[in-house]
């Protein structure tokens, strides 16, 4: 996937608002594969509701919304499975990290699927983002920030042409921050990504390509 287009989109919740005063809703916007992009939103202008349009959670919007120049209205759910696992990897808001389980495996559940990843190499994203001596902790039982951490780690052990953040560092210090968005950027230029950060305020620190409001 070289692209994604965004066509007079708009969530149909506001299909009859006249106020709507954006850099994405209701235009015609071209999201290219190796850039970076943050989408600035206040809190209710759809920001989320735009993620899960883009990984296929969610359909409740007017206009198209396009991968290269397939509109996604028409992918089959096996068609969605192969694009999550190949092609789009997400970090959640609400993280989605299993309570139950490990901060490592947390991570490597997925990685045992997609085979991206060595352990050496999920081990050092541990060492960087100093949580190497919580690799047997419950994730449950981690901070918010920590947990922020293994939900990065996660969505970096698959291939992708554009990974998505919806406010990834929203409860990170700044050294933290720093070294997820360096993590992010190292991965992104290996499979040359593009990166799709959402915020509502706190930014994971990047060199942006683009800055659009919501």
């Given at each position: 996937m070289t692209e994604i287009f965004i066509d007079n989109t708009l969530p149909c919740v506001f299909s009859e608002r006249t106020d709507i005063r954006s850099d994405v809703w209701k235009k015609e916007l071209k999201l290219e594969r190796g850039k970076k992009y943050l989408i600035e939103a206040e809190s209710g202008s759809g920001k989320t509701s735009l993620c899960s349009f883009l990984i296929g959670q969610r359909s409740d919007y007017l206009g198209r919304i396009c991968f290269d120049k397939t509109d996604i209205r028409q992918f089959r759910p096996t068609d969605w499975a192969d694009i999550r696992c190949r092609h789009i990897s997400s970090v959640f808001q609400e993280m989605r990290i299993f309570a139950e389980l490990s901060?490592?495996?947390?991570?490597?559940?997925?990685?045992?699927?997609?085979?991206?990843?060595?352990?050496?190499?999920?081990?050092?994203?541990?060492?960087?983002?100093?949580?190497?001596?919580?690799?047997?902790?419950?994730?449950?039982?981690?901070?918010?920030?920590?947990?922020?951490?293994?939900?990065?780690?996660?969505?970096?052990?698959?291939?992708?042409?554009?990974?998505?953040?919806?406010?990834?560092?929203?409860?990170?210090?700044?050294?933290n921050a720093i070294i997820m968005a360096e993590l992010m950027k190292e991965e992104a230029e290996k499979n040359n990504a593009g990166i799709i950060v959402t915020s509502i305020g706190k930014r994971l620190p990047l060199d942006y390509d683009y800055i659009l409001k919501l």
């Open positions: 901060g490592w495996e947390n991570v490597v559940i997925k990685n045992n699927l997609t085979k991206h990843k060595t352990e050496s190499e999920i081990l050092d994203w541990f060492q960087r983002l100093g949580l190497g001596n919580h690799t047997t902790h419950l994730a449950g039982k981690m901070s918010l920030g920590q947990q922020q951490r293994i939900a990065l780690m996660r969505s970096l052990t698959q291939p992708f042409d554009f990974i998505i953040a919806d406010e990834p560092v929203s409860h990170l210090d700044e050294e």
